[in-house]
């Protein structure tokens, strides 16, 4: 390797270097030949031959003091100011309309939003008991505060209701932000358990019971539907006339690419609207924040300062919805407007008549709305309880062969307790209403 001599002079405006194949760097302006004599009296320049063999440099290089010092920053360009107030400097951009708001302006405006999807929704009626599904979530968090600085004008009260699925080092953390966001608001605080609707089954224990059979993928299934069931019980018990959950446009946006890819008619023809009226007695849904893109409740979270559990479901990264959520990013990286595009269109969505699904029945257990003998949460129940959970929601089909012994979700070794929980369900215990749609808005 050739290395440069101290008499290889550097100009002001670089340096030269000489590389592993003996290339030699263009000379500066001014600088001397190689092998000239260096005037008396020249400064030399500083060598830096060791740093460079530390990093591994291909030749040691030479540099002048003035070109070791940082560079200097360009100056940023001044923040526009607020095109609502006209006062403050913005501080973002919204991102589907491009509009410059300030923290303060855009919260009004995100607030205003959500007051007309439900006015002119006619979501929430004077006088109504609204129980709020709070997760601990940013989704519910949001919610739970918007719908509180709602409320005098809506005339509305509000409930929290949250549900514990049973999922170990996860959910503790979560219903302990639900706990504090119910004291700093002053709402009333009501949670339901797994365990004590589902005769014992938690999420850990169906995570268990569908490992050895290859069906662990379907765990936000079985949340889904079941967490459905427990909301609704949840609501009747604190007394609320309406019930709210926090999807937003994007999770909308992708329980509709995840019906389409799975073919399912029957949740494509029933994923429009803003929620649904509760037939078959159930409870009358709703999704005030259907409208509001994750990225403006994010910032709405930041701006108000809001207290919330930012952690992922350890049963999620299997889930199918990641594809979906991938996908959509991919669509609004080239066309912004595609989560809401897409909810949109779910909206006008119209079925020929030979792919509508048959009108609903009442489930032959529990008397909830069902399309089938047994509503969905029966009939997962059912498959738990008989070591056999079926993978295919909403298809209809018992696997073949013989049932298996009953099993108990906590592994007892007698078959008292999975005995006990049959009784149960079939006394109608398992709950109230499934309308056989997810939770987490997978309709």
């Not at 309309?97 to 303060?104: F, H, K």
């Not at 709402?187 to 938690?202: E, Q, S």
């Not at 427990?230 to 007394?239: H, S």
Request: with cysteine.
């Amino acid at each position: 390797m050739t290395s440069l001599r101290g008499s290889q002079g550097v100009g002001p405006a670089g340096f030269r270097a000489v590389g592993a194949l003996g290339q030699t760097a263009p000379r500066a302006p001014g600088s001397r030949r190689q092998g000239n004599p260096k005037p008396s009296g020249s400064r030399s320049p500083f060598t830096v031959s060791a740093f460079s063999r530390s990093l591994d440099f291909p030749a040691r290089v030479l540099l002048t003091r003035s070109q070791l010092l940082p560079a200097r920053p360009e100056p940023a360009m001044p923040a526009p100011q607020c095109s609502s107030c006209h006062a403050a400097r913005a501080a973002l951009r919204r991102p589907r309309s491009g509009q410059a708001l300030c923290g303060a302006c855009f919260c009004t405006a995100f607030e205003a939003e959500v007051l007309h999807t439900v006015q002119a929704g006619r979501l929430l009626p004077p006088g109504a008991v609204v129980a709020v599904g709070a997760s601990g979530g940013k989704d519910s968090t949001v919610l739970a505060h918007v719908l509180r600085e709602l409320a005098p004008r809506l005339g509305v009260s509000l409930r929290l209701v949250a549900v514990d699925e049973g999922i170990g080092g996860y959910r503790d953390a979560a219903l302990a932000a639900v706990r504090r966001q119910a004291a700093l608001w002053d709402l009333p605080l009501t949670v339901v358990a797994y365990a004590d609707l589902f005769g014992g089954w938690t999420m850990d224990a169906v995570a268990r019971s569908t490992a050895g059979s290859g069906r662990s993928r379907a765990c936000c299934t079985f949340c889904g539907v079941l967490r459905r069931r427990a909301l609704e019980e949840g609501a009747r018990l604190v007394g609320a006339t309406h019930i709210v959950t926090g999807h937003n446009a994007d999770d909308m946006a992708e329980t509709v690419l995840m019906n389409f890819l799975r073919g399912d008619a029957g949740r494509l023809a029933r994923g429009g609207g803003l929620g649904s009226r509760g037939e078959g007695g159930a409870l009358p849904r709703c999704r005030p924040l259907q409208l509001a893109s994750q990225k403006e409740v994010v910032l709405y979270a930041h701006f108000r300062r809001l207290d919330y559990f930012s952690e992922e479901c350890v049963y999620a990264p299997e889930a199918f919805r990641g594809h979906a959520r991938h996908l959509l990013k991919l669509l609004e990286a080239a066309r912004p407007s595609a989560a809401l595009d897409l909810v949109h269109s779910a909206e006008r969505l119209a079925l020929a008549p030979a792919a509508r699904p048959p009108p609903p029945g009442a489930c032959s257990r529990c008397g909830a709305l069902a399309s089938r003998a047994l509503c969905q949460a029966c009939a997962l129940l059912d498959g738990l309880q008989r070591g056999r959970p079926r993978l295919a929601i909403g298809k209809g089909r018992d696997e073949e062969g013989p049932p298996p012994p009953r099993r108990d979700p906590r592994s007892a070794p007698g078959p008292a307790a999975a005995a006990a929980a049959a009784a149960a369900a079939a006394a109608g215990e398992c709950g109230a209403a499934c309308e056989g749609r997810c939770a987490q808005a997978s309709v």
